[in-house]
């Protein structure tokens, strides 16, 4: 196992999009998609439609794919809610590298078909390397799919996880498709149950050691040293059960990241993990672009004060499906990766009113300027 601790330091970056609609800014272009993913099931294979976001750069050329795999909450309640929008800042990252990026929900989460398949049972005896495998069955079924489409580049394709769905990529490269050239898990793992707790926490190591007898794709595991769903602590056991069988995961370590580290892999993020995720696939040969696709600037409202220029610059950093509102004096309010953009709206007019009578304008969706 290569293990790296992240600690140079890091300019500060800020990614923004010109406008909105079909070609988010120039070189960019997003779509959305519902994927026929046809997965195995008990009687047999069954397709299921699985809501998809796609960012790519907007060219006739083809380009190598990257699979986007979200998280899941603590709460099952929640998953119904999800979008691929919460990735989106994410996938945009990918497609200004190269790549063909999609971001989607697995069966059960979002608006995507199936019931919920990665259920690992209950806490005193959960199963959770058969819960991987089925969230990687969800992630070989939309990169078989996608690489039918005539702008994927046919051959060598990643897929990149958060959380569960790092879990399930870490599961993927266990019995990796023939064409998976490489993985990104972004703290991988099960059963976070409440802060620094784990149901069966020794059934998570079972799991990893499981996984690591058979996975020898490259795989690149990034663990913040503030993770509240899987500690450091925690990650030295999974590692060295993982690489017990032979794996040789690359484990970089980094520092403190906000209140929790496992948000890491987020817009916000982005100036720590993005060149940690460049270093790895120059190391293994993966970069489509030297250089990633420029995105234009986008001016902040006039009428804000230090701190709303802040959370205007976080705003523009965040994905799509987002509307930035502002009010009297300096008032604003914004909101980010929901289902639609006339969702957005409503949403940031209503923080930026708050609980007042305030009349608050939007002035900005998805970072074209609201007219």
Known sequence: MTTLRWGMRLAALVVVLATAGPSLAEGLR????????MISEAGGAKTFELEALVLRPDDPLTHPLAVLNHGSPRDGDDRAAMSPNG????????????F???AFMRRGYGQSEGGWAENYGSCADPD???????GAEDIAAVARFMQTEPYVRKGGWISVGVSAGAFATVALTADAPRDLAAAISFAPGRGSSSPDTVCGDSRLVDAFTQYGRTSRVPLLWVSAANDHFFGPALVDRLSEAFTRGGAKPTL???PVFGDDGHKLFSAKGIPVWSPIVDAFLAKNGLAPRPVPIALADVPPPTNLDARGRHAFADYVLSGSNKAFAVGPGTRFGW???????????TDALALCAGSSAAKCAVVNVNDGLER
């Open 30 to 37: 997003q779509e959305t998609l519902r994927i026929p993913a």
């Open 87 to 98: 990735l989106s800042a994410q996938a945009r990252e990918f497609a200004r590298r190269g």
């Open 100 to 102: 063909v990026a999609v």
């Open 128 to 134: 959770y390397a058969k819960a991987g495998r089925a």
């Open 252 to 254: 970089v370590r980094t």
């Open 335 to 345: 909101a980010t990766g929901r289902r639609t953009a006339e969702q957005a709206k």
